[in-house]
């Protein structure tokens, strides 16, 4: 497969051109994501006091500045082409301003044949149940990722009635093996967390399942379930690959994360594994 992207975006899809096997033209590409992927909404869009608009974020970004990448430099969405309920409100705008451009034949064509991805699990298991624990008050693991799961289906069930049929889907990361969460719960050697990486493994098993479902029932659909926790597992444990990586910043980069976000080559690894296990089932 290969890429032509007009600009380093990570949002609509604008001046995209993708082409997958037998030369099939996927005319946009659309990405309803956390902070993973984020290109910089998140400085003034959403209503979160979340921010990254400061050094040493974008260190290693074409000049140097912040973007509101949560990341040294690139993120996945870069890569890949260079909550849920708002996005999905701002898709819905999306698609009027798409059809006022090109009329609603054109636009409906457009969303039928594009590729969307859909990362959503990642801070819901890290950050608000495991460090946070809020929602530990009202639920254990198994009944709260029913929940995220509950939440993951009606969204997708939403994006497919707003014409979208090639649909990517990444579960859960191996998210005890992030730097904070190994701060946090590792002990003095700094291991990995079983309990949150059992929960993600957890989730993922409910989702994979979830997306065989919604497939047999939404016709013409294409949910492709996407795992990438072999590869993060192996940026977050091996001291090669970190050297490799050439990281560079103590206490912030860790290992292969700044913090809870992969560096700019991690997640370079990680789109590569991704592009070549996953893109062609979603042509």
Known sequence: MTTEAAGGGGGGGLGVKLLAAANVTIPAMFMFVDSIVDTGNNNDNLKTPARCNFPPYGRDFQGGIPTGRYSNGKVPSDFIVTTLSDQLLQFEEYIGKLKGIVGEDRANSILANSL??????????????????????????????????????????????????????????????LPSQRTLGGGMLRDCVEKPNQAAMLFNSKLSAELD???????????????TSTTLYSISSSTLLITALKLRIKGVAGVGSWSYHPTEAAYKIIVKELMTKYIYRLA
């Open 213 to 227: 479902d919604l497939n047999k029932n939404l016709p013409n659909s294409n949910l492709v379930y996407m795992l």
């Open 116 to 177: 969307f991805f859909v990362v959503a699990s990642s801070n819901d298991l890290a950050n608000t149940y495991f460090v946070t624990g809020i929602r530990k008050l009202e639920y254990d693991v198994p009944s709260y990722t029913d929940l995220m799961l509950n939440h993951a289906s009606d969204f997708l069930k939403g994006l497919y009635a707003l014409g979208a049929r090639r649909i990517g889907v990444f579960g859960a990361p191996p998210i005890g093996c």
